[in-house]
């Protein structure tokens, strides 16, 4: 008996992009949803707790604002230097991919560094994990647990770039390694956006 | 290079608009201030989502699967939350 579905090209069967984009690019594209959707759970149980806390402390008392901007220009202008890097890797221009992923690299390492004074400066006070001197003591945790997520995330994409870098000099790197580190990284900075808003602006 | 210009002008919307957002933090409160931050924030995703991401050359299919999905979730999320929070503030006798 004669199977006539055989005959027809199955989405099953491989060589079929949905999506119009490769199975790499996309599967990134999934993590960064599911990766999204974890801290869209941890913001949501920050929103519950603070909106559950009368003794929330004021933000004014425990940020150096001043400070959280420069955080915030850091990882900005490093999604901007990736991006270069991106484009420049679509063209196959080595030597500018090289320059703006070592750029992003130091943006990087730079609000890590920014990051860890900032906690040693909360945790000298009296700030921990249960504790904290200025009010609801789930602020703390509330605190620590989300930007230490998310500087984590900021620590992995540095390493993911670092080696990008390294095997971009070694002339390895292929413009969609490039594209995938890029995306991961701006995934950093857009989880930023919603910390920087949600957590030290209102 | 002309295709760089696209990043860095974003750059510099994006900045500006961070900017904003710590002046109105100085100037605006309650739900004026409320409602300008979450606003400023959601240009802000856009801009790096849309731009950097590239999600608005993709096709329609994914950014629908990306855009909606966390869209959603994040409103279920907020809307089941929010007012359960706001009931234990209640009952703890200080939210009135």
Aim: glycine letters at 12%; charged letters at 10%.
């Amino acid at each position: 008996m004669e199977i006539t579905a055989a005959a027809q090209p199955a989405n099953w069967d491989g060589g079929v992009s949905p999506f119009g984009i490769g199975w790499s690019k996309l599967m990134m594209w999934l993590f960064i949803v599911s990766d999204g959707l974890v801290f869209a759970g941890f913001l949501a149980i920050y929103g519950f707790i603070r909106l559950a806390s009368p003794d929330w402390p004021d933000r004014s008392r425990m940020f150096h604002l001043d400070f959280i901007a420069l955080m915030t220009f850091t990882l900005i202008s490093s999604s901007a230097t990736m991006a270069t890097a991106v484009a420049a890797a679509r063209e196959g221009n080595r030597k500018t991919v090289l320059r703006f992923l070592l750029l992003t690299v130091l943006g990087g390492c730079a609000f890590l560094g920014m990051q860890a004074y900032e906690w040693t400066g909360l945790i000298r006070e009296g700030a921990g994990l249960g504790s904290n001197p200025w009010g609801a003591p789930l602020f703390g945790a509330c605190f620590f647990v989300l930007t230490g997520f998310h500087g984590s995330h900021v620590l992995s994409g540095v390493i993911v770039l670092a080696m990008t870098a390294v095997r971009s000099r070694m002339g390895m790197a292929r413009a969609e390694g490039v594209e995938l580190a890029g995306l991961y990284w701006h995934f950093v900075d857009l989880v930023w956006v919603f910390i920087f808003t949600l957590f030290y602006l209102i | 290079m002309t295709t760089y210009k696209i990043y860095w002008a974003t750059w510099g919307v994006l900045l500006l608009i961070t900017l904003g957002m710590i002046a109105a933090g100085g100037a605006l409160t309650g739900k004026l201030l409320l409602v300008s931050l979450l606003l400023a924030m959601g240009v802000k995703a856009a801009l790096i989502g849309g731009t950097f991401m590239h999600l608005r050359s993709e096709q329609l299919s994914l950014i629908l699967i990306v855009t909606l999905g966390l869209l959603l979730v994040g409103a279920i999320l907020f809307a089941g939350i929010a007012a359960d929070a706001v009931r234990v503030l209640r009952l703890s006798g200080d939210g009135g």
